[in-house]
């Protein structure tokens, strides 16, 4: 009879100890995710995907492409945030205050991530490092604000309408291919000209639907986004129609024979999603949005992943 009570005070202590076990990791993976999306960590892990995936439509040999591309993409981004944290208040204030708060660390691991890609890139050549200094000298004559102090009359790339999305879906279309091709020493071939005009549409989607956020942001400094001009339906009509532009690239590289139709069906998989996404925006919460849009990179991986498996 004694024991009963020692028994209930046991199990009330371990069901006690697996509450906090719980409720630990809970928390830890929810500041862990946060970091994972405020800092821009993701959009490496993606840009990683998405070197992935040029590598096989070109059939390249592996090589250190996607990890420095993974570098320069959390680099750029972690400083791009930093840079706009003032201003990103108005559209997400929760990533803006993280930043602020991590500004420092932000700004130190950046700059440690932009250095070790730069490191790893010498080993592939004078082309290499050059791309890989590419996205950085895109991002400084995009964001920064020396070109209206050098003339008032010209404005931040980033504040003209269409141009500002074009110069960042430039960098990274350029980056993306050029640098596999440059660690491979492979030719350019008409099939490198179709994945980097593939990358070219996809990242220009992927450049206009955060904007869609923001909005109120965006016109209170002046930036003028597809969004911002024409209206969200508008938008969405024009994304579709890039959309269906790449749709038409990648059969066009199918009849000419410069894509084979697997990597095609796996290409217009993504395309499939991309509309899907593209449909909800002004409908449902942008910066899940923001999210699904670069998840069309792993549907095009799993796809082109696939059949392998299965064989």
Same mark, same amino acid.
Request: charged share 15%; with cysteine.
């Given at each position: ?175 993306? /291919? ?13 099939? /490198? ?28 400094? $002046? ?7 024409? $209206? ?73 992943? $696939? ?5």
């Amino acid at each position: 009879m004694s024991q009963e009570p020692t028994y209930a005070s046991d199990e009330r202590g371990a069901n006690g100890r697996t509450e906090r076990i719980v409720e630990l990791l809970t928390s830890t993976g929810e500041r862990a995710g946060t970091a994972l999306v405020y800092s821009s960590a993701y959009l490496a892990a993606i840009a990683t995907v998405e070197v992935a995936i040029a590598m096989a439509l070109l059939s390249l040999s592996p090589n250190p492409a996607p990890v420095v591309v993974g570098l320069v993409t959390f680099a750029v981004y972690t400083n791009d945030r930093v840079a706009d944290a003032d201003t990103d208040a108005v559209s997400d204030p929760e990533r803006a205050a993280f930043v602020r708060r991590h500004r420092d660390a932000l700004y130190l691991l950046a700059s440690i991530a932009y250095g070790l890609a730069v490191a790893i890139s010498v080993l592939g050549g004078p082309v290499a490092l050059a791309v890989t200094l590419l996205p950085g000298v895109f991002w400084v004559a995009y964001a920064a604000d020396w070109i209206p102090n050098v003339s008032p009359h010209v404005r931040r790339l980033k504040e003209v309408l269409v141009v500002n999305s074009l110069v960042v879906a430039l960098a990274w279309a350029t980056t993306l /291919t050029a640098l596999p091709v440059a660690f491979t020493d492979a030719a350019i071939t008409p099939g /490198t000209a179709v994945v980097f005009a593939y990358f070219l549409l996809r990242s220009f989607v992927d450049t206009e639907i955060p904007n869609v956020g923001d909005i109120e942001a965006d016109r209170a400094i $002046g930036v003028a986004t597809l969004p911002v001009a024409f $209206g969200v339906p508008a938008t969405r009509r024009a994304l579709y129609a890039v959309d269906l532009l790449t749709v038409v690239l990648v059969a066009a590289a199918v009849v000419t024979g410069v894509l084979a139709t697997g990597p095609a069906v796996a290409l217009g998989a993504g395309v499939a999603y991309s509309l899907v996404v593209t449909g909800l925006l002004g409908r449902v919460d942008t910066d899940a949005l923001e999210l699904a849009s670069e998840c069309e990179y792993l549907v095009v991986a799993a796809a082109l992943v $696939g059949p392998l498996l299965v064989a």
